[in-house]
């Protein structure tokens, strides 16, 4: 828990490092294959990137992604810092073409909360060919469902608030590079700007980490077994899931019918966070930053680990109660 640190030995000062972030950064960093930052929460690590972007230059990202970063890239482009453009992330060939002149290539895969699934190794050649960085945020898929630095992608960040800590019980950010000089130029904004971890954060996610797999499988598990349930019922208008990951994407014929849905369940908590070991829901255009291209009955469900018929029972129930 350290702040200070007797001078002249191998730590200096609690803002440049500290052996518990490091002890986390080290299993992240294994497990997405790359070096490892911890921040103080996802959106830190998150404008920490952006800050690489040089004044005017340009920056391709999903009009889906999570609305905190599509904030920033607006706050950004108000005050001129830099030239975003949002796209549509299924469209590859239109991501493809709006990589020419950009500097960086902002993914989200799946998004949040779409649910869209972008072909990341496609579009990290396109970007790379036109010489800009290219950032998979790995929030919801998490290294244990997919490595996007495998795909040549050059750093992935979490907000691991979510799944990597796991227990709604933690602020956090991480991003994960192989690139040792874009490592070190992170490592010095963080230094600098102080968007660092708490060392019992950092202690907390990695206790977290050491049941990540059996989580994520869990709630896999689960959302699958779900979505399958949600799809047989023909009040429920579409069920968005890429086929893995604990995240489901599930739209109702109103804004009206979600909003007493996500008030009407009693073990699914209503709640705007997701990862956690408890499932929680949430009609997303209750924000007025979400994009109005979401549907307005669109709930989001992040499962947890709980018995899927506890699940049913009490998600089928407030759909039943909803409808009459
Ligand atoms: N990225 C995604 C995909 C998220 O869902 C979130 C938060 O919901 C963030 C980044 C921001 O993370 P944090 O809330 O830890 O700042």
Redesign the pocket.
Known sequence: MAATYVAGGELEYGRYANPTWTAFEDALGALEGGRCLAF???????STIFDLVGNGEKVVAPRH??N??IMQLGDLELRERIQPQLVDITDTEAVVAACENASLVWL?SP??PAMEVADVPAITKAAHDAGAYVVV?N??ATPILQQPLEWGVDLV??????YISGHSDV???AVVTRDDQLHGVLKGRRDLFGAIPGTFEAWLALRGLRTLPLRVERAQANAQELVRRLRERPDVEEVRYPGFGGMIGMVLPEGGIADLVQHSTELWVYA????GVESTLERRRRWKSEPATIPEGLIRLSVGIEDVEDLWEDLSRALDSART
Do not use: I, M, R
Not at 272 to 275: F, I, P, Q, R, V
């Open positions: 103080a929460s996802g959106l830190a690590a998150v992604s999570y905190g970063s989200e998004t949040n945020d929030t919801f960040v979490h907000s691991a608030t979510k602020l956090l950010g705007t966070s997701l990862g």
